[in-house]
Nanobody
Framework: QVQLVESGGGLVQAGGSLRLSCAAS????????MGWYRQAPGKQRELVAT???????DHADSVKGRFTISRDNAGTPMYLQMNSLKPEDTAVYYC?????????????WGQGTQVTVSS
């Protein structure tokens, strides 16, 4: 299957930047779409951005103009460039991958990386 590992999280002041990475291993060619989700304390996990195998991207309204999702030509790693960070961006960020293995749809999640933005 597919294994995902996030990295790049940390503590940053408001207005600063961070770049998250998601490295995929396993059956890489099975991955079609990938995305970033986040979960803040006391809240449900929410979608941040997605990118398709064709390179099309979509970003949540709350991060448009500040965050940019991208993907290596080989499909991995995937990145999330985060600029103009706000305290409300504080959350655990998770990498997600969706694909098909042996004719069956598979969804994979990373373990998450903490992003903390101080005011």
């Amino acid at each position: 299957q597919v294994q995902l590992v996030e990295s790049g999280g940390g503590l940053v002041q408001a207005g600063g930047s961070l770049r998250l990475s998601c490295a995929a291993s396993g059956i890489i060619r099975s991955i079609n779409d990938m995305g970033w989700y986040r979960q803040a304390p006391g809240k449900q996990r929410e979608l941040v951005a997605t990118i398709t195998s064709g390179g099309s991207t979509d970003h949540a309204d709350s991060v448009k103009g500040r965050f940019t999702i991208s993907r290596d030509n080989a499909g991995t790693p995937m990145y999330l460039q985060m600029n103009s960070l706000k305290p409300e961006d504080t959350a655990v960020y998770y990498c997600n991958a969706r694909g098909i293995i042996a004719g069956t749809r598979v969804v994979s999640w990373g373990q998450g990386t903490q992003v903390t933005v101080s005011s």
